[in-house]
C-alpha cells in the first residue's frame, strides 16, 4: 500500500502556541488533503490543496490555520494560536492514482494542547 | 439529517461469523464510496473503494452499494480477531475538490 508518512507522531503545546504539522505525502501526486479526529469523533475535512493552492477548506479551517508545500516532497499544516479545541489527531491524505477519492491517510500526528 | 449515518456499535460477534456494516447517507450526489479500517490512535486503512451502485469483493471483504436506498454495505467473511477494529464508511462526490465524508464508525469486536 503506499505510503503517506507524518511528523511528530505526538505534540504538546500550551494554548496561543503556534504548531506545525508535516507530511511526506505519495510522490508524484498534486492533490494533498488534511483531515483531523478529535477524540471519539468522526474524521472531518479540513483543506485540500491542489497545485501549491488551497482547493477547498472547510468552516473549521478558519484564520489560524494555513497550509504549505515548502518543498518539492514536504506538506506543512501550521495553527497559528493554539486553541483547546484544537486538541485532536490530524491526518494527512494523498491520493495514489488517478482517483483523487481514493485517499490513503498517514498515522496521524496527536496534538495535545494544554 | 446527518450527511451519513453509522452505528457507532460495538458489535461483537463469534470468530468465523460473517460480519455486516452498513451506512446511510443523504445526499444523492455522492458517487465514491470507501470502507476504511481504522485501529485505535491510528491512521484510517482504505480497505474497499467503489463507484456507483454494485458490489466489489476483495479477499474476505464484499462491498455493496444501493444508490436507490442510500445504503452501503461491508460484509467479512470468517472474520478473524485481527478485525476487531473501527470500521469508517465514506464518501465523496465527484468533483474538483474530492473531500471524503466520514460516518462516525462502527466499533467491533471479534471474539475468539
Known amino acids: 500500500e503506499p505510503e503517506v508518512t507524518q511528523t511528530p507522531s505526538h505534540q504538546v503545546t500550551q494554548m496561543g502556541q503556534e504548531v506545525i504539522l508535516r507530511c511526506v505525502p505519495i510522490s508524484n501526486h498534486l492533490y494533498f488533503y488534511w483531515y483531523r479526529q478529535i477524540l471519539g469523533q468522526k474524521v472531518e475535512f479540513l483543506v485540500s490543496?491542489?497545485?501549491?493552492?488551497?482547493?477547498?477548506k472547510s468552516e473549521i479551517f478558519d484564520d489560524q490555520f494555513s497550509v504549505e508545500r515548502p518543498d518539492g516532497s514536504n506538506f506543512t499544516l501550521k495553527i497559528r494560536s493554539t486553541k483547546l479545541e484544537d486538541s485532536a489527531m490530524y491526518f494527512c491524505?494523498?491520493?495514489?492514482?488517478?482517483?483523487?477519492?481514493?485517499?490513503?491517510f498517514g498515522p496521524g500526528t496527536r496534538l495535545t494542547v494544554l | 439529517q446527518k450527511e451519513v449515518e453509522q452505528d457507532p456499535g460495538p458489535l461483537s460477534v463469534p470468530e468465523g461469523a460473517i460480519v455486516s456494516l452498513n451506512c446511510t447517507y443523504s445526499n444523492s450526489a455522492f458517487q465514491y464510496f470507501m470502507w476504511y479500517r481504522q485501529y485505535s490512535r491510528k491512521g484510517p486503512e482504505l480497505l474497499m473503494y467503489?463507484?456507483?451502485?454494485g458490489n466489489k469483493e476483495d479477499g474476505r471483504f464484499t462491498a455493496q452499494v444501493d444508490k436507490s436506498s442510500k445504503y452501503i454495505s461491508l460484509f467479512i467473511r470468517d472474520s478473524q480477531p485481527s478485525d476487531s477494529a473501527t470500521y469508517l464508511c465514506a464518501m465523496s462526490v465527484m468533483n474538483r475538490d474530492d473531500k471524503i465524508i466520514f460516518g462516525k464508525g462502527t466499533r467491533l469486536h471479534i471474539l475468539p
Open positions: 467503489t463507484y456507483s451502485s
Open positions: 491524505a494523498s491520493p495514489a492514482g488517478g482517483f483523487r477519492n481514493e485517499q490513503f
Open positions: 490543496f491542489y497545485n501549491n493552492e488551497i482547493s477547498e
